[in-house]
């Protein structure tokens, strides 16, 4: 095993509290609320050449996303920072903070500051709590029959940040996707009353997908024919099977994926207006896995399913809470 | 203003909910929770040389002690760890995060883990949680007349510093001070009923008594010659004036201080066995500020009031809650 297996590995094993539902969930569950922490790292999830507002409305919308996997409304959040010498870099984080935590009504709560020297990474960490509906799917509830549901598009993040790769002044709608990713609380808050399973899309939703597969340990059948793709993307990239599969597996989407009860229709639940939801599967019996159709042919699934951003070794459970 | 002081002002500002306490305290309070995070970083809190086991059991007892000076009971934690490619390092350092946590009942219910590149300074952050007793005392509300009580003693960590950036293979009871401190839950919990005023002492006594005295809007009246130093302490550094004004702004002593009703005596309160709680002065009326005396003799504060190990040019509020 690797460094990193190995430490997740040790994690599950230490975390056998209930709350921490076997760290195979977006959040915790505590007294009635949801708990998540999620931290991120220059050079490994926002490159330096971020505009910092950006990387601030990030870490706020990442957090809010495991929020909104669980149906909870923000409550508040607890922000941890490192300090360098460029002011005016924190600044502009703050602002963008402040902004992603003003549009969905997140109070910052308390915190933490930690100066390190000029030359180490920036690394970033905010603890947000919700508070749940009378429901709260975790990720191990899907049954064989139900319908797979997502909320918003794929790989338009993906397909930014490849834009920034190749020219790092990319701009436009893509490289916004990939910077400043939008929380689907008022859907999550819907869909969690109906939802067996809920979680969301953060890296990549194939691996994702077989993170719920494992979890509720069935079969999660994704239709690469149906996955919902913004005009922005298929004018970048198509919307042929190469481009699907890159959407499938590019990650940073912070879409969500529900199992549904196949008798319930998402289209006529009180979904924010403009939300995009899409039929994109279902679940089946058998053992755990993901298995991939375009129409109605099974095909290959690609040999990363994922963005394995939490670690260069990362396993596919690195995904802790 | 520093940019670590830029940022502070900044935070405050954005944390106007009541829940933040003006992150003017150690903890916020949501829902009847009490919530806190500290993050710890290689070369800033703790040694390269530290061993890793040392290091896990601080990054807990350090948030332990943020709940303990709340009178909160430990209630879960959500970890959050740079990775880095020594394995054995990592899995040291759980084991120090588990004996902490098994010590003191509290159950790791989250976490995330980023990998980083190998030269960067490791970064370790934990959330605690923890559920308080009928009354939460900030640092607020300490009255004139309130006695100022100390729990626990004050200098051996920072002794035992200084005995390693001598000799960093130097061992004995103060060293190991500085590398596991030991919350004062039990006696929190028990003082919390009565306090009007309580936190914990991290950065130094006197730089601790300052914010207290500040928060309270009174005067922090401290007895030099009170102060309770160990025998490690008083055999290693002597205990005249000037190894009482290492003790008290030596920082990492994870100590209590508490602002008690006069007639309120804590030596009959139901204390955990040897709990060492000593009587060390008294708030009075005034501008905020610290005033030190040594028997009846007005003394002069030190130049440096305590370790601001938040950061090279902290200010005093570098320590958000």
Redesign the interface.
Known sequence: M???A???A??RR????P???G?LDD??L????V???????E???FLPSDPPASVGWKLVAVNLSDLAAKGAKP??A??????????SW??EF?TG??HA?ESYGL???????????DS??R?L?L?A?G?PGPKVPSRDGARPGDSLWLVGTLGDAAAGLRQLSEEPKAHGLLVESYRRPVPQLGAGQVLAEHANAMMDVSDGLLLDAARLAQASNGVAEIALDRLPLSRAFTAERGQDRGARLFAATGGDDYALLAALPAECDPLILPLPSGTTITHIGAMTAGSPEVRLFDGVDPIRLPETLGYEH?????SPM?D??
């Open positions: 690797t460094s990193e190995q430490v997740i040790r994690l230490i975390a056998n509290d709350a921490a539902r760290l959040a915790a505590l007294d009635g609320l708990i998540t922490h999620d931290t991120i790292a050079g490994v999830h409550a508040g607890l922000l941890s920072l490192t300090i360098g010498d460029d002011g924190d600044d703050l903070v402040e935590c109070p910052l709560i308390g915190g933490d500051t930690v100066a390190l020297p180490a990474p690394v960490g603890t709590i508070r939490r670690g260069r070794n990362a690195a802790c809470p």
